[in-house]
C-alpha cells in the first residue's frame, strides 16, 4: 500500500466519522452503480445480498442494514423467512440457525415471545 492509500483511508474515515456529505455520497453512489451494473430490480438485489451474507455468515451488524435496504425495496419479511428456507439445502442449516436470530432481530422480531420451548405436548399424562 503507497502512503497516498493511507491518506485516502485516513480521509474516508474521518468523513463517515464526521457525517461529511461528499463521503456518504460517494458511497451511495457506488450502491446505486453496482445496483444498475446488476441489471436486477431493487427487490431482487436486496435480496441476493442478503442471501450474500447468510452464506458467509456475516456479522450481525450487516444484517441490519440489509435489512432495512431490503424493506425498503419492498421486501417483506415472509419473503426474508422464505429466502432462509430456500438456500438451507445450499449453505446449510448451521448458517440459516445462525442468520435467524439476526435477521429478526432487524425485522424487530422477539424471538422469545411466545415460543413454546417444549416440543412434547403430550406429556399430560404425568
Do not use: C, K
Amino acid at each position: 500500500m503507497s502512503d497516498t492509500d493511507g491518506i485516502e483511508y485516513e480521509s474516508m474515515f474521518r468523513g463517515l466519522a464526521n457525517n461529511d456529505i461528499s463521503v456518504i455520497e460517494s458511497l451511495l453512489t457506488m450502491q446505486v452503480q453496482n445496483i444498475e451494473a446488476s441489471g436486477l430490480d431493487l427487490r431482487s438485489h436486496a435480496l441476493v445480498r442478503l442471501a450474500a451474507l447468510i452464506s458467509v455468515g456475516a456479522p450481525p451488524a450487516s444484517y441490519e442494514w440489509q435489512v432495512g435496504v431490503a424493506l425498503e425495496s419492498g421486501v417483506t419479511p415472509r419473503e426474508i423467512l422464505g429466502l432462509l428456507v430456500a438456500l438451507a439445502p445450499t449453505v446449510g442449516m448451521p448458517r440459516v440457525v445462525a442468520a435467524a436470530p439476526e435477521l429478526a432481530y432487524a425485522l424487530e422480531i422477539d424471538i422469545d415471545d411466545d415460543y413454546d420451548y417444549d416440543d412434547d405436548d403430550d406429556d399430560d399424562d404425568d
